[in-house]
Antibody
């Protein structure tokens, strides 16, 4: 049974950097795209970006200048960094597994992130 | 980016009803369309892919149809567990995008 468990700081100030990590258990780590998605009440679900197990990354153009996704295959983990935070980055952040083509079939539990001074 | 527009935003229905949700794409996505169910406080769960294919373990009360730019999710015989929010997602063209969600609530 595939499980994704995520963690990271949930209360941040403007201009700070968001850092989240997701651990994958069960299933292959090499056959999928390891993905971050966020959700806000106003804008719904937004795909942030993804990484392969070998570190090839793809980012949403709207966030590309501020986002970085990395993988640690030795631990079956992947991480998200989003810098220069503003209140608009307040959201629930999910890690998930994406197939080829991009279907999101397993999700982490979500981390609420609030950006406020 | 391909814009995905769902209607209605909220749908009120009763247990046993048959309901339909529409998702429109701003350009053709062939049949590269998925539907997800999200219960309050939980992550989304994949229901349907390729517009009409049911994910393993998903009830046959759920069905999907459409191609090109217009798609429909139908739930037959609404059950208490089905009151949730439903999202469509296109995976035709990078970046992958979602509709804004349709909340199915109890009338």
């Amino acid at each position: 049974q595939v499980q994704l468990q995520q963690w990271g700081a949930g209360l941040l100030k403007p201009s700070e950097t968001l850092s989240l990590t997701c651990a994958v258990s069960g299933g292959s780590f090499s056959d999928y795209y390891w993905t971050w998605i966020r959700q806000t009440p106003n804008k719904g679900l937004q795909w942030i970006g993804e990484s392969t197990h070998s570190g090839s990354t793809y980012y949403n153009p709207s966030l590309r200048s501020r986002v970085s996704i990395s993988v640690d295959t030795s631990k079956s983990q992947f991480s998200l960094k989003l810098n220069a935070l503003t209140a608009a980055d307040t959201a629930v952040y999910y890690c998930c597994r994406a197939t080829r083509p991009r279907l999101f079939d397993y999700w982490g539990q979500g981390t609420p992130v609030s950006v406020s001074s | 980016d391909i814009q995905m527009t769902q209607s209605p935003s909220t749908l009120s229905a009763s247990v046993g009803d048959r309901v339909s949700i529409t998702c429109r794409a701003s350009q053709s996505i062939n049949n590269w369309l998925a539907w997800y169910q999200q219960r309050p406080g939980k992550a989304p769960n994949l229901l349907i892919y390729k517009a009409s294919s049911l994910e393993d373990g998903v009830s046959s009360r759920f069905s999907g149809s459409g191609s090109g730019t217009e798609f429909t999710l139908t739930i037959s015989g609404l059950q208490p567990d089905d009151f949730a929010t439903y999202h469509c997602q296109q995976y035709s063209t990078f970046p992958w995008t979602f509709g804004q969600g349709t909340k199915v609530e109890i009338k």
